[in-house]
C-alpha cells in the first residue's frame, strides 16, 4: 500500500473528525453562521493560495481591513494561522500527488525567513493604516518585475546556488509575512521568475510550502510573544478552516493544468484589484495616492507593452507559417 498517495486524504479525514468534535463540543450553528464573511473570503483565497504565489493572505489581509474593517494586527495574525492550514494541506496534496516540491531551497532558505520574522517581532509596526499601504506597494512592484520579459526556462534543481540574491530575497519575504501575514512566497517566486529567469508554473507548488512553513513559524513566534488571538480571529480561523483545507488543494490541482503566462495574467488581475481598493476604500493622503497611482500606471504601461509584444511574435509565427 501507498501510504504517500493517502497523506491527504487522511491528512483531511483526521481534520474533519477533530473539527466536528470541537464543534459539537465547544461551538453551535449561530456563530457558524455568524461567520459567513470570513469563509467567503477564504472560499476565494484558498484557491489562490493554492493556485498562486500569493498567498491566501493576500486575499485574506486586504479584504479584512479594508471591507470588513479589522485591525492590520488581527488581519495579520488571522493570515498567519489561516494559511498554516490551508497551504500545509496544499502541500499534504502536492506531496501525495508526487508534485515536485525543492525541499533544498525551502530548507536553507526557511532559515533566513525565520531570521527576517524575528526581526519583524522585534521591530513592529502599529501604524494599521501603513501596513495596508504598505502592502499593495510591495504587490504592485512584484508585478511590475514579474512582467519584465526574461528568458523563460524550466529550473533545474542542481543549478541553485545559495548566494546573497537568494539570502536576501528569503530574509526580505519572512519580514514582510512578519508584518503583513503573507509576502515570503511572493518574494521566492520573485527570485525565481525574475532573477533566475525560470518558467512560473513548475515553481509554484515550492513557493506554496515555503509560505506553509513561515506561517507556521510565524504563528509558533505570535504565541511565543505572549499574544492571544482575539475572539474574532479565533473563531474566524475556526470555521474557514474546512474551506481553506479544501479549497488551497482545490486551487493547488487547477493550477497544474493552467499554462504559465494564464497563472502569472491571474496574479497579476488579482494585484490590479487590490491595488484599486487600495485608492478607493482608504483614507491615504496625497503623496500616498500619487505612489499608488504612479506604480498602477507602470503596471497597466507594462501590460500593454507586454500584450503588444506577445501580438508580434503571434503575427510573426502566423507570417513564417503561410510563407512555409
Not at 503575427?315 to 510563407?323: G, L
Request: charged share 10%; net charge positive.
Amino acid at each position: 500500500m501507498n501510504i504517500r498517495k493517502w497523506l491527504y486524504v487522511g491528512g483531511l479525514l483526521a481534520g474533519a473528525v477533530i473539527w466536528g468534535l470541537w464543534f459539537y463540543w465547544y461551538s453551535n450553528l449561530n456563530e457558524l453562521l455568524a461567520s459567513w464573511k470570513t469563509g467567503l473570503t477564504m472560499l476565494f483565497g484558498s484557491f489562490v493560495a493554492g493556485s498562486t504565489p500569493l498567498g491566501g493572505g493576500a486575499v485574506a489581509f486586504p479584504v479584512f481591513t479594508k471591507v470588513l474593517d479589522v485591525t492590520a494586527q488581527d488581519a495579520r495574525a488571522f493570515s498567519l494561522f489561516i494559511q498554516s492550514v490551508g497551504m500545509s494541506f496544499a502541500v499534504l496534496y502536492f506531496v501525495s500527488r508526487r508534485i515536485f516540491i525543492d525541499w533544498n531551497v525551502i530548507v536553507k532558505g526557511l532559515v533566513f525567513a525565520v531570521l527576517g520574522q524575528i526581526c519583524a517581532s522585534f521591530f513592529p509596526l502599529s501604524d494599521g493604516l501603513f501596513l495596508k499601504y504598505l502592502f499593495t506597494c510591495f504587490l504592485l512592484f512584484v508585478a511590475i518585475l514579474l512582467l519584465q520579459e526574461r528568458v523563460k526556462q524550466m529550473y533545474m534543481p542542481e543549478q541553485f546556488r545559495l548566494n546573497s540574491s537568494f539570502m536576501l530575497t528569503t530574509f526580505i519575504g519572512g519580514l514582510i509575512s512578519g508584518y503583513l501575514g503573507a509576502g515570503a512566497d511572493t518574494l521566492l517566486f520573485f527570485f525565481y521568475i525574475v532573477l533566475l529567469g525560470s518558467c512560473a508554473k513548475p515553481i509554484i507548488p515550492t513557493t506554496v510550502t515555503f509560505m506553509a512553513l513561515n506561517a507556521i513559524v510565524g504563528s509558533g513566534i505570535f504565541f511565543l510573544q505572549g499574544h492571544q488571538p482575539s475572539e474574532f480571529v479565533a473563531n474566524s480561523w475556526f470555521f474557514a478552516a474546512p474551506i481553506v483545507a479544501i479549497g488551497a488543494p482545490l486551487g493547488g490541482s487547477i493550477m497544474t493544468k493552467l499554462k504559465p503566462a494564464l497563472i502569472v495574467g491571474f496574479v497579476v488581475l488579482i494585484i490590479l484589484m487590490e491595488a484599486a481598493s487600495s485608492l478607493v476604500l482608504l483614507p491615504l493622503n496625497l503623496l500616498e495616492k500619487a505612489v499608488v497611482t504612479i506604480l498602477i500606471s507602470c503596471l497597466v504601461v507594462a501590460i500593454l507593452l507586454k500584450n503588444k509584444q506577445l501580438m508580434g511574435m503571434y503575427w510573426q509565427q502566423k507570417i513564417n507559417f503561410r510563407r512555409q
